[in-house]
């Protein structure tokens, strides 16, 4: 299939280069009018494929006389692949950066804005200031939804800046970036707070790492911190007391503990309880789970790390702060006990979305990356991309040898040690990959010891591991870095180094997944420089511990003691190097389900999401008036039908709790009907808004504090319903064991959650338009909220 979709995408670059020697010859001027002359006939009617040639030539030709820079036919191709909603596969140092160029001003002609999405701050600002140049020459405008990590912390914007940003015919921003300014902006309550309008086409950048590796976990905006428990203290100091096989288990190979029978005995010793499952303990056996969570399962330098004493998560895959992420449901106040910083609110799931439905909400959607082929089908499942590779510029002459695999750690660290030493020893440079933070500083600590100088990139700074990846390629340079760091950064070769064989790019772990292996050995031999990878494995590594069958277990047993670090002997048994490979496949499976997990998951908010953003939007922009007294009419008929009142008492309840405070009392001679009681109400109902219209100042004043108090309710009840699935999805999955399955719980419980949500929102409009109080200041609609 790959060679049939690239020859129709010659097709085009056919016509393109046919136009090149034609937009050499125009002047500056010329070259930018085209912009409004594409535009004019976008204008027409004429559909932005047929401009494609014309625009590509157009921007090619840009490229080179403000940059220096004319992409080649490989990196055209890219660009048109782009535009036709593929995934480019590109090769390591094959540019994408300038290949992103030709579809970005093709789709920024539109007006509509056309997004560049990439993983962190540093390659956005980047990017954007590079290519941003040529944008603006052409006659584009370019928003920067990102900024320069080097000069201090990201800039608080203001709703109009923002509005500025994604009203662009060009944007650069990150993923969490535009994840979380999407959920923000649908939390606003007036057309004046919100910033965004419809997203049309956004090329990912890096596609494998967002798309699929970043967006197994959802993001989350939290908030309405609730009480803090003093039991995350006493817990962290009881676990402590624990001893492992008698008060708990830990399951290496699925990363899980838990608490034996003896454990419960000793905590209801320790804690002078008589029955620690008693309901009325159920917090404290809440916070002992996580407590042990946070000692057992959560690994400083490898799941997280301490700045600034704060807890900050780490991506599983690369090593990188995942930045404003926290562990829910208490875990992350759990892991600060253990590490004792000061604990942050535990609060509130406010909104979510994962990033399967936050790409969906493109009209049209691409990516590149260095390695997306083995994931196609997923790509196609989850967001109907197929991905094309694309040629290299120049051959690939690198060598990738076949693993080297050892029985025990210290076998497999001498034996990559002495091959790093030959390498360094005649200067050719050197880039060692780990899979953890952890293992980076092991291999930075045996070459201190050695007097080898080097640099490691952890995970505390993408401007700085930029600025030391870029050097990776001189002589006598050793470098140890985590899987991705610096990615999105070339490794140049440094005079003479080629001469010695080009960059030396050594794996010390069995790495997740395949594609990572790929990005890995991508390092080196970029437009066609030489160069060669190895990977050193050991059936010691995290991975083949938590995935590998039991006969990898038994031959680990029978040999770890026959070899050390000065005598490494490696494993050339067919056979147990295909378990190696085997345990490295079961883990992508696993990787595979937990993501179409979180999408099964996420369908119900999804819809619900959908909807109520949908009515929130209908109210700001409303062109009509807003019908309070019918709203409060509805309000009321859910209520009579589903609650029968007993005598006058429960009635005046009822108005005091949710119509007016201030109520006196029923008539005397009132009879207890519901065509009477709904009369009262909304006797009362047309009173109070009658008494809110004569303090505003007019008819207008008076809707946008009908749109605010409805507002109010819907967000305030979508609050506690964000809140309510997290919590139920925590909880349904412990009907696994009880031969329910998961998702189908979770659906129809999380269906009934949002029956009565929609109840309560109406409910609560009653009290907000009712019970609020409201008054005229400064030429604006002051409301206060009960």
């Known amino acids: 299939m790959n060679n049939l979709e690239l020859r129709h995408l010659k097709k085009d670059l056919k016509a393109i280069n046919a136009l090149k020697d034609e937009y050499a010859k125009l002047s500056d001027s010329d070259l930018k009018n085209k912009t409004q002359e594409f535009r004019k006939r ?28 004319f992409p080649y036919d490989v990196q055209v191709l890219g660009g048109i692949a782009l535009h036709r909603g593929y995934i480019a596969e590109m090769k390591t140092g094959e540019g994408k950066t300038l290949t992103a160029t030709l579809p970005l001003y093709l789709n920024g002609l539109t007006k509509k804005g056309a997004m560049l999405v990439t993983t962190n701050n540093y390659l956005a600002y980047r990017d954007a200031t590079e290519m941003g140049k040529v944008y603006r020459w052409m006659g584009l405008t370019i928003g920067v939804n990102a900024y320069d990590e080097s000069k201090g ?14 009203g662009s015919d060009i944007i650069y921003t990150t993923n969490g970036g535009l994840g979380f300014d999407y959920l923000i902006d649908n939390l606003a ?55 492992k096989d008698q008060h708990y288990e830990y399951d290496e190979e699925e990363n899980k503990a838990w608490i034996t029978d003896e454990g419960w005995d000793f905590a209801e010793k320790f804690f002078r309880i008589e029955n620690i499952f008693d309901n009325k303990h159920d917090e404290l056996l809440r916070h002992l789970n996580l407590a042990l969570r946070a000692h057992k399962t959560y690994e400083k330098n490898r799941d997280y790390v301490v700045q600034n004493d704060e807890i900050n998560l780490l991506d599983d895959n690369n090593g990188r702060v995942l930045a404003g992420m926290k562990l829910q449901a208490g875990q992350h106040q759990a892991v600060e006990q253990k590490e004792h910083v000061e604990l942050s609110d535990n609060t509130r ?23 997306a082929k083995t994931v196609e089908d997923e790509m196609i499942e989850s967001y109907h991309l197929k991905v094309v590779q694309i040629p ?46 952890e293992v980076s500083e092991i291999y930075s600590e045996l070459l201190l010891q050695q007097g080898i100088a080097h640099n490691v990139l952890n995970a505390y700074s993408t401007v700085k591991e930029a600025a030391i990846i870029k050097e990776a390629g001189q002589k006598n340079a050793v470098t140890v870095a985590t899987t991705l760091a610096g990615r999105g950064t070339d490794i140049k070769l440094g005079k003479g180094v080629a001469e010695l064989g080009g960059l030396a790019v050594i794996g010390v772990e069995l790495m997740p997944n395949r594609r990572i292996d790929m990005q890995i050995r991508g390092r080196a031999g970029r437009q066609g420089d030489p160069g060669f990878s190895q990977f050193y494995l050991s059936l010691e590594d995290k991975l083949i511990i938590r995935r590998g069958i039991e006969t990898l277990h038994r031959y680990h047993r029978n040999h770890a003691d026959k070899g050390d670090l000065r005598n490494p002997r490696e494993i050339k048994n067919p056979y147990i190097k295909s378990l190696v490979k085997m345990a490295q496949s079961y883990n992508e499976s696993s990787e595979q389900q937990a993501r179409q997990q979180t999408v099964e998951y996420d369908e119900s908010i999804k819809i619900q999401r959908d909807i109520l953003y949908a009515q929130r939007d209908k109210l700001i922009y409303a062109k009509e008036d807003i019908d309070a007294m019918k709203i409060i009419e509805e309000g009321i008929d859910n209520h009579l039908a589903t609650h029968k009142f007993t005598d006058k008492n429960d009635v005046l309840r009822y108005i005091l709790d949710n119509f007016n405070y201030n109520y006196e009392g029923l008539p005397n001679n009132f009879e207890l009907t519901n065509k009477n009681i709904k009369k009262i109400l909304l006797e ?67 269906k009934k959650s949002f029956d009565r949500m929609r109840v309560n929102i109406k409910k609560s409009a009653i009290k907000y338009l009712l019970q609020s109080d409201v008054s005229w200041k400064k030429g604006k609609v002051e409301i206060y909220f009960a």
């Open 392 to 437: 290299t510029n120049k051959p690939v002459i690198r060598k990738d040898y076949p693993n080297k695999i050892y029985t025990s750690l210290a076998e497999k660290l001498g034996a990559s040690l002495q091959h790093i030493l030959k390498l360094h020893e005649k200067g050719q440079p050197v880039l060692i990959v780990t899979g953890s933070v």
């Open 684 to 750: 009362i109902a047309s009173k109070e808004l009658t008494r809110k219209q004569e303090i505003l100042v007019n008819k207008h004043q008076m809707q946008d504090f009908i749109r605010v108090a409805i507002l109010k309710a819907i967000d305030t009840q979508w609050v506690e319903e964000v809140d309510v699935l997290q919590q139920l999805k925590q909880a349904v999955i412990s009907r696994a064991q009880a031969q329910w399955k998961p998702t189908y719980e979770y659906h129809k419980e999380a």
């Open 349 to 371: 799931s406010m909104a979510t979305i994962t990033y399967q439905s936050l790409f969906a909400k493109f009209e049209k959607l691409s990516g590149m990356t260095g390695t």
């Open 153 to 166: 912390k990201e800039p608080q914007y203001k709703p109009e800046e923002k509005r500025v940003i994604y």
């Open 42 to 69: 976008l204008n027409k009617g004429e559909k932005l494929d047929s401009l494609l040639p014309e625009a590509f030539a157009a921007i090619r030709e840009a490229d080179k006389r403000v940059l220096g820079l």
């Open 189 to 243: 309550d007036s057309k004046d707070k919100k910033y965004m309008r419809d997203f049309y086409y956004a090329i990912v950048d890096e596609a494998d790492e967002v798309l699929l590796d970043i967006a197994q976990t959802p993001l989350i905006i939290s908030g309405a911190p609730r009480v803090k428990s003093n039991l995350y203290a006493m817990s962290d100091q009881f676990i402590t007391m624990l001893k």
